[in-house]
T-cell receptor
Framework: GAVVSQHPSWVICKSGTSVKIECRSL??????MFWYRQFPKQSLMLMAT?????????EQGVEKDKFLINHASLTLSTLTVTSAHPEDSSFYIC?????????????FGDGTRLSIL | EDQVTQSPEALRLQEGESSSLNCSYT??????LFWYRQDPGKGPEFLFT???AGEEKEKERLKATLTKKESFLHITAPKPEDSATYLC???????????FGKGTRLSVIA
């Protein structure tokens, strides 16, 4: 089945550090990628949607200058949390979807646990 | 506003005790309803897509059904390894992101 690889799986860093998370589709071309944030025992909250070669579309309340998204190729998207603070600590999950053939499902990476000290 | 509501929030079953999880939705136009399984510390794993009322899909002990207002995930004779959070999501437009429910946390006790 479709595989989405997310790296790193776990990050601990000091406040003020910028952290980059990579999301790769391994066996399909991801025309659209999505970034989610998930708090404990909560569902996934969509942060932004990105299409290859275009600027990302951010959900209301998500700071685009704080969470930089780059989708430079059909297999790679990155999320950079700039000048991270403790309140940015969370579980970040990327998702990718291929071409819109009969509503292909979104496939998810295994998430990145971000802890800011 | 498109909404997805899952119930119950948590469910505890004995091994072998069959049950159903519910996902009710209110959307402007359903293009697809999706079920995912999420284990702690992992991303959601795709299970099923349902497109139209009356459709059913099965995978091992799981069976998903769809009506015009809700979907059920039936679990037959569950095993402890079926313990996970089950997420329901809908897609309502072309290349739009999924709208997720809050999930049902299932625990199957041996």
């Amino acid at each position: 089945g479709a595989v989405v690889s997310q790296h790193p799986s776990w990050v601990i860093c000091k406040s003020g550090t910028s952290v980059k998370i990579e999301c790769r589709s391994l066996d399909f071309q991801a025309t659209t990628m999505f970034w989610y944030r998930q708090f404990p025992k909560q569902s996934l909250m969509l942060m932004a949607t990105s299409n290859e070669g275009s600027k990302a579309t951010y959900e209301q309340g998500v700071e685009k200058d704080k969470f930089l998204i780059n989708h430079a190729s059909l297999t790679l998207s990155t999320l950079t949390v700039t000048s991270a603070h403790p309140e940015d600590s969370s579980f970040y999950i990327c998702s990718a979807r291929g071409e819109q053939v009969r509503n292909q499902p979104q496939h998810f990476g295994d998430g990145t646990r971000l802890s800011i000290l | 506003e498109d909404q997805v509501t899952q119930s119950p929030e948590a469910l505890r079953l004995q091994e072998g005790e069959s049950s159903s999880l519910n996902c009710s939705y209110t959307v402007s136009g359903l293009r697809g309803l999706f079920w995912y399984r999420q284990d702690p510390g992992k991303g959601p794993e795709f299970l099923f897509t349902l497109y139209s009322a009356g459709e059913e899909k099965e995978k091992e002990r799981l069976k998903a059904t769809l009506t015009k207002k809700e979907s059920f995930l039936h679990i037959t004779a569950p095993k402890p390894e079926d313990s996970a959070t089950y997420l329901c999501a809908v897609q309502v437009g072309g290349n739009t992101p999924l709208v997720f429910g809050k999930g049902t946390r299932l625990s199957v006790i041996a």
